[in-house]
């Protein structure tokens, strides 16, 4: 009996680490919670060939605030966390919801257009991004820690502006990002 129940609190523990957050991420054991989303439309673009091939969207969430200017462009992100993907679906005429899994873009200029045309055809890809970490709730995240990405995939679910982003990333650090955040974002230039 007491095996039992050993071997069922242990199930129990492994399916409660399974379980996906709801508007917060655990980065290296640390919860943040997430309460905004943005995101900026650059439309199609071309990341291989002389045609476009791909629909480009940033986006950006955070526990606090986004600092836009009269142009309604991103100026600052204010809290203790803020998190950017730079997302690149395939296909020129929109942008679709999809796993995008990170590929570096840091040696493109580098690559024969046949090798970038393997590299990224057909392929949803998250080509950068990174964690920001303040210490203080609501301050200015412009000095603040940036660890870039450099593996892992981001979910997106729904369409705008309604999108729900899943992050399973790891950080250049090997600290880990996992969670995700749900609601409508901000369209922002």
Do not use: R, W
């Amino acid at each position: 009996m007491l095996a039992l129940i050993v071997g069922f609190t242990s199930c129990s523990k492994d399916d409660e680490n399974e379980v996906q957050i709801s508007n917060a991420v655990v980065v290296d054991a640390t919860t943040y919670s997430l309460a905004k989303g943005a995101y900026v439309d650059y439309q199609n673009t071309i990341l291989y060939g002389t045609t476009n091939t791909h629909y480009n969207y940033e986006f950006f969430t955070t526990d606090g605030s986004f600092v836009v200017n009269s142009a309604n462009e991103l100026e600052d992100v204010k809290g203790k966390i803020a998190i950017y993907v730079d997302l690149y679906s395939a296909g020129a005429t929109s942008f679709k919801a999809g796993t995008y899994t990170f590929v570096s873009g840091a040696n493109d200029g580098t690559l024969t257009d046949a090798q970038l045309k393997t590299k990224y055809e057909n392929k949803n890809v998250c080509q950068y991004g990174a964690v920001v970490l303040g210490t203080i709730a609501n301050a200015s995240l412009g000095n603040a820690v940036e660890i870039d990405v450099k593996s892992g995939s981001v979910v997106i679910e729904g369409a705008k502006p309604n999108f729900k982003i899943i992050y399973d990333l790891v950080l250049v650090d090997n600290k880990t990002v996992k969670g995700s955040y749900s609601g409508a974002f901000t369209l922002v230039d």
